[in-house]
C-alpha cells in the first residue's frame, strides 16, 4: 500500500491562475515532508521542507502546508508561470530514515 | 553549485547485457542513493550506500543489481543481465546526512 497518496494526479492551469496539491500520508513516525519539482526528464529538485512543528512555510510562489494531526500537507502555487510546468513529488520522510515518495502531481500551466 | 553528475544521459542496450550507470556525488556528501523512475510512474528507492556499504536495499536491488564506489568520486550502479523491465530512468543522490537529496539529472536506460 503506498504511503503517501497525491491529488489530483494532473491538472491543467490558465497562466497567472493558482492552484493546490494534495498529499496524504500514512508514514510513522513522522520525520519530515519534502516537496520536489521534477521538470520533465529531469531529476527532482527540493522546493521545501515541513517538519513536525511546522504549519506552513514559503519559497517564493510556493507555499506548503503540513497538519500533522490529519497527516495532510498541500502545495500552493500563486500566479503561476510556464515554467512551473512540472510533476511535484511529496516524499515523506519517516522514523526510520526511510523516505516514502508519492506519484506526483502532474501539473500543466498553458498560456 | 555543486550537483551531482550522472553518465551515461541515455544508453540504449540489448537484454541480457551488462550495463554500468556511473554517477559523481557532490564531493562532502556522505550517503549516496540510487533510484529509478519507470515512465509515468513514481520514483522508486533501489539502495543506498554509506561508509563504503550497502546501508539499506528494496526488494527491486535483487542479485542482478551492485553497486561500487570504487574511487574517491564516483558511484556505480551495475546491472549484470539487463531485462526489459529495466528499460527506466536511473536517478543517483546524495546527502550530507539524512537531509536532503540532492539528484541528478539521471540515467535513461532503454532494454531492446
Known amino acids: 500500500k503506498n504511503q503517501v497518496e497525491q491529488s489530483p494526479q494532473s491538472l491543467i492551469i490558465l497562466e497567472g491562475k493558482n492552484c493546490t496539491l494534495q498529499?496524504?500520508?500514512?508514514?510513522?513516525?513522522?520525520?519530515?515532508l519534502r516537496w520536489y519539482k521534477q521538470d520533465t526528464g529531469r531529476g527532482p529538485v527540493s522546493l521545501t521542507i515541513m517538519t513536525f512543528s511546522e504549519n506552513t512555510k514559503s519559497n517564493g510562489r510556493y507555499t506548503a502546508t503540513l497538519d500533522a494531526d490529519t497527516k495532510q500537507s498541500s502545495l500552493h502555487i500563486t500566479a503561476s508561470q510556464l515554467s512551473d510546468s512540472a510533476s511535484y513529488i511529496c516524499v515523506v520522510r519517516g522514523g526510520n530514515n526511510r523516505l516514502a515518495f508519492g506519484k506526483g502531481n502532474q501539473v500543466v500551466v498553458i498560456p | 553549485e555543486p550537483e551531482v553528475t550522472q553518465t551515461p544521459s541515455h544508453q540504449v542496450t540489448q537484454m541480457g547485457q551488462e550495463v554500468i550507470l556511473r554517477c559523481v556525488p557532490i564531493s562532502n556528501h556522505l550517503y549516496f542513493y540510487w533510484y529509478r523512475q519507470i515512465l509515468g510512474q513514481k520514483v522508486e528507492f533501489l539502495v543506498s550506500f554509506y561508509n563504503n556499504e550497502i546501508s539499506e536495499k528494496s526488494e527491486i536491488f535483487d542479485d542482478q543489481f551492485s553497486v561500487e564506489r570504487p574511487d574517491g568520486s564516483n558511484f556505480t550502479l551495475k546491472i549484470r543481465s539487463t531485462k526489459l523491465e529495466d528499460s527506466a530512468m536511473y536517478f543517483c543522490?546524495?546527502?550530507?546526512?539524512?537531509?536532503?537529496?540532492?539528484f541528478g539529472e539521471g540515467s535513461r536506460l532503454t532494454v531492446l
Open positions: 543522490a546524495s546527502s550530507t546526512d539524512t537531509g536532503e537529496l540532492f
Open positions: 498529499c496524504n500520508y500514512t508514514v510513522s513516525p513522522f520525520s519530515n
